[in-house]
């Protein structure tokens, strides 16, 4: 009988699998599609420090920044770890001044930022459009390829990996303590079950009797054709992506991170919109999208895009993910509702998900990301 | 100005649908990514003489709205109607169609199959070698044809694969003068006989027949049944194959391989269906006997989504008759008029026709035994079968998608048409139906600033 079960191979599962097992734990992984089947196989990469307020999210977000480094030196170079660095640019004046106090108090929690004046923004990136306030630079904004991730942190990890495979229950003793889960091809018996399943992190708590509110937030991503190398040097977005990440509104925000990645194709994503498990296309979307790389860089007017894709990230209301025990089932832990940063976000859950399943003490405070923290109401027991 | 009806595709379904239904009295515009109408069957240099089937199609086109060269990215609902983005023309202009019922005829593409040194000059797709001859073009690997020959004059060219449009190709090949010393056809009679009804009076005969009809092939070329090109050589281009023969499974029985020298190989395995429009639009899917997935239709060819139609190939390979008896259907429906009771019986003896020839040649699974593992499987970003089994092997991959994201075939700019049913394949699965939100590149510029069509 293994230590936990798993629900999930998603990049957060791998890196609790990862750390349970640097832990000195048995872990069994169970997920009902291949590796990276859900919000994984459809992110970006983006490992950001700059994007998040002085915070909880922050803290984890540092840690994350740290492990990842390790983790560079772990994992085969085919996981892409790359530390390239971030480029938040402020089209006015008054972006720049907000950019500013934002960067004031990132600086104040261990971040490392510097302000870029208009007149050196062509230093750091030559294509920028012209007629920008200034930027500030962060070094530490790092990448990896997700579904590698997943992958490498998985076989890292050496645990016994069921793909294929659904958890439909999950089971408790008498006592209301969980004691394993049932899947599509029989029971997997074990004292600890993680729910490591993203975006669908309600339906499974749902299964354990307990509410846990994610939603799907949909974002789109666009590819272009292949392009010189260097176009785009770092992962460049204009100020206003930050107001977009912390809204909780469930129209379409956008912003537009540009980044050139290894093939030459640079990436521009994402939005952000809450409309359900809608997959058709939105033209709005990829609208928004485009419009704000060609406004940062006009020599990609003429460039075409190949691919567009989508995910459906896993959202919480307060933006904070579920990390750790559920005081309300005795066995059942939550490593869940990431939304747009779970792959930058996995390592330190990994890690706190690791310390509590062997009882150790926390390598942070988790008492912001307790999982029974939101309202009971909703039918918790059906 | 919105259509009743926008047509998307100019092959025979297309042409027939739109035909029908602007004789129907309906207003109806048809738009084609290529510059020519007549689909992939009837393709034609501009400029040189239009084939009979084709003029007399488009002879009826009279009162259509007919926008060739427009390549369809996308197309999404708005409010009740329905909104057609377009690339158009060869400066990648931006166009806009609003239609209140929107017709998918949008076709099939060539199955590739790979195999070691499928990727050297001189191997070209079948149905590719036909297509370029029927456009003017030489054929790589035969040189400039000779003043007063035809375009593939001289080479000697091996056509290699599965299905009756093998048949086709040497025929075509042959008429333009070339040598076609020997057809491979993976099948073999048996597998007439063990599917269908349909097929099975006498087929020896029919495979025979099918594969092997024209009196012009008959005194040069040898038909080789059960049998597969399983490598091409040759330095720095191709100069011999080695035909190995098969299993039932299609697994290259050992020390059967011979070489065969030749100019060229006209390589294919069948078609597969055109999807993304509709499976962008969430129309349900059904699987074709020969493993592909083909979108699904009622009687009156109406998709599972209301106010969307399709016919022809994108509903199931099945030829240019039935795709024109479909799209006959179609325009009938979306007109508000029942389709005769005989044309519902000609489609149903036409496609039970050709799922029975679909089962026939279904790739079998064995084919996976003739790649070795530095055979490139998607070309266009060169990763090779090894690295795919690795990564369903050592990684989790279990499907083409995650078999992509672990290794990037597919992602390149062909995104998957050609290497897709393979990858599913050594993932263990028949392909899952293709989703591409943008059938074809389109500029940023266009994506920013999307035309919008009027009411
Ligand atoms: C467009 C887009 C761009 C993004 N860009 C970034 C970025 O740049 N940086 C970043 O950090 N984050 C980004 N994200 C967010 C990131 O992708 C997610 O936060 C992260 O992938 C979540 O990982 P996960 O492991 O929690 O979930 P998932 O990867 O979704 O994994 C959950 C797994 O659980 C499985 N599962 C669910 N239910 C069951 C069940 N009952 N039984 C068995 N298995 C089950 C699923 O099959 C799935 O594989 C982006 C997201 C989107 C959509
Ligand atoms: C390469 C090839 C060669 C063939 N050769 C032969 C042969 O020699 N003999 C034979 O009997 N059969 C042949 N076939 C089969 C034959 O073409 C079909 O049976 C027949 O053409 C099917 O008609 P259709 O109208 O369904 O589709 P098609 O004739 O394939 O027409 C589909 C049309 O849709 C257009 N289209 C697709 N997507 C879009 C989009 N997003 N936007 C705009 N336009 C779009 C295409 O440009 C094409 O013109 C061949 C098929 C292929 C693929």
Redesign the pocket.
Known sequence: MPDAVIVGAGVVGAACAYYASRAGLTVTVVDRGPVAAGTTGAGEGNLLVSDKEAGPELDLALLSTRLWRELAGTLPPETEYERKGGLVVATDGAALTALRAFAEGQTKAGVEAYEIPADGLGDLEPHLAPGLAGAFHYPEDAQVQPAMAAAQLLRAARADVRLGQEVTAVLTDRGGAVRGVRTSHGDLHAPAVVNATGTWGKALARLAGVHLPVLPRRGFVLVTEPLPPRLVRHKVYAADYIAGVASGSAGLRSSAVVEGTPAGTVLIGATRERVGFDRTLSTEALRRLAARAVDLFPVLAGVRAIRAYHGFRPYLPDHLPAIGPDPRVPGLYHACGHEGAGIGLAPATGLLVAAALCDDPPPLDPEPFRPDRFDDTEGAAS | MTADLAV????????TAAATAARLGLDVTL????QR???????HPAGGPVPRPVRRLVRRLDRVTHLPH????TVVRDGDTWLLH?VAGPDEAPAAVRARAVLL??????RQLPFPGWTLPGVV????A??MLKGGLALPGTGAPPAGTGPGAGGRIVVAGSGP?LL??AT?LAAAGARVPVLVEASGPAAYARHAAALARNPAKLFQGALYGGALLHRTTRLLTRHAVTAAHGTTRLEAVTVTRLDPDWRPVPGTGRRVPCDALAVGHG?VP?L??ATGLGCATRRTPDGTPAVEVDAEQRTSVPGLWA????CG????E???AE?EIAALSVAGRRPPAAAARRRARLRAFADALAAAHRPGPGWTDWLDGATEVCRCEEVTAARIRAAVTDLGARDARSVKLLTRAGMGWCQGRTCGPAVARLAGRDPAPDRRPL??PVPLSQLAQPPGAEK
């Open positions: 998307v595709g100019a092959g025979p379904a297309g042409l738009l084609d990514a290529a109408p007549g689909g992939q069957l009837y393709r427009h390549h369809v990215w377009a005829a949008t076709g099939a593409y060539e797709g079948a149905g590719g036909q297509a449009l086709a190709v075509t078609l055109q993304e429009l016919a022809g190939e994108t390979v099945g030829g240019a039935l795709a024109s799209g059938s074809c």
